[in-house]
């Protein structure tokens, strides 16, 4: 019979086990013995036990056990752990609990990014932040140059590492986290959740939802909720001096309802009232209703009387002469958040438009961009549909219906209610979303159209249109201002770095208090493209730098004085005929001589005639630029 060999035999056989006649061996080895038991449970424990015992007089027994017994008292430390702090949390722990669908989730994960005790923590999640083109200007410590070498060859500025470079934002893991905040223990708890979500069109699917609980001793929530403020406040200190502009949130997460309905799609540095080039008059006008508006004594005065609470704007104008523009900057001067409505959004309903309304936070602008094209349908009445038909020369009688009819008209009908489920929001629809009984208070709507004409009258009636402002093309006063508005020199750029909160200035209070730890950096003006150094190199690359015009090359990047810039920007006016372009179209035109005003006057003039002569053909296409 073959036998099995293993390690275990040949100990078995090299250290057989003493004879039970050993008395001091079977003494120390009782029945019931650490050894024993391990033998009885570990195949082979006896032999190696013994060979560690005769070759080096070393009882492995003892260790197994003190390992033993260590981990035995640590599951029962645990499992009497878990039992007082389940007791401790349920009778003197607060807790607040943050679903990821709120933006309050996104401010506290932010903060707590911040929070130097927390980034020392050993579990952290990893995060490649978005950041705009300002927030990176923001942040960018060195100010990059374009560059001409010995050869005359340009080094144009290359951001092929700048993601390289982007730091990444570290995010307590999931799961759980300590930390202290102003001498309060907080405990937080990060986890992910599935949620059973119901999509439309009948199916269904798990979706992942992220759950933020954060714990404190005592029984009052207080301090969290203290903490909750204090990172809100946080959130919104870096975002005081820009706009954020918000559109509604993918169709899943509307459903959810509340302030996840919209999302932030964009915030940029607030646009200076000054910037939109509009008559004095008529900017006051919009500012100083809009200011009564929102003042919280009118509301109550709108109570008092019954009047709903809403305010609405029509902005009419050709394209280009600042309607979009005079909107953000009074988003800056009053610092409101702007929601940005799509009305021929494919996958947006009247119910879901009715709820995003509801969902606007209590003082915000509401943007419905080129109202005219927005599909609206009006749904015809019962009268007006028979008078088409007969126009037509449909209309028969029953009798005159075959197969033929029947299945061309029902092929129509399915065909219309296709097209009509596309367009989403009808005129009768929307007239109630603006303002109905349910609809939304406090908010300023502003709506925009290229063709005021082609707008139902329904629409910009009173109480749903309250103030209308007309925007036309560029009196000869505004190309003055927009040339000098171009021209004037910059003040140094200057940069607010808050500083990050690091272990040898822990306190982020700092930058919360008045008193607060930001560091003011002047630098100057973004560098121009070298122009001038490359006219010391080749002239090709001087050519291709500097685009055209020779002539006026000692003229460039010179800074103007103010009587010079007017002098110049008179001379510029008088070439511009009054009424003809829009604001957009003139900034276009600076925008290509943005260094040099000497040569933009020298050109406008060919500009004009060149402009005039496509807008005579009515053409696209530009001839000169
Ligand atoms: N009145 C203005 N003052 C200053 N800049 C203007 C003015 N009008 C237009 N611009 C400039 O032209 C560009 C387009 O302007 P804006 O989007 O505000 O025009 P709009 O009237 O909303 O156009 P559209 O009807 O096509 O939406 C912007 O870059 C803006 O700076």
New binding site residues.
Partial sequence: MKQRVGIGNILESAFPPRSAGNASEAAALPGLSPTTLLEAFVPGYGAIHRFLLFSFGFDVTVLVSLGVVLWLSGRIFRSVWTIIYATVASNYMAEITVSSTDEIHAHLIAFLAHQYKINSSRRLMAETPSKSAWELDNEDTETLETTVDAKGNIKWLNFSNQEAKSQPRFTPAIGSHNFWHKGTYFQLRRKEVAMFDELGGGGAAFKDKELLTLSCFGRSTEPIKKLIQHAKAHYHLGHNAKTVIKRPAPKDMRRFGGRGSWVKIAERPCRPMK????DEERKMDVLADINEYLNPATARWYANRGIPYRRGYLFY?P???????LTFALAGVFGLDIHVVSLLEPTLTEEELGMLFTNLPARCIVLL??IDTAGLIREPSEGEEEGKKEERGEKRSEKDWNVVDLTKALKKANQLSEEEKKKGISLSGLLNIIDGVASHEGRVLVM?T?HPEKLDEALIRPGRVDHQVA?GNATQLQVKE?FERMYTNDLPRTKLIITHPSSSSPDADKIMNKNPNVKVNETLTPPLTPTNSLANGSANVNRAVVGHNSKNEKLKDEELSPDELSEIAARFTKQVPDDMF???EI?GFLLKRKKDPRRAVLEVGVWVEGMREVKRRGGKVVTVQ
Wanted: proline share 9%; charged share 15%.
């Fill in positions: 910037t939109v080039v509009l104008g394209p280009g002469t600042g309607k979009t523009s961009e080129d925009t290229n925007f927009l829009s604001p957009a900034q």
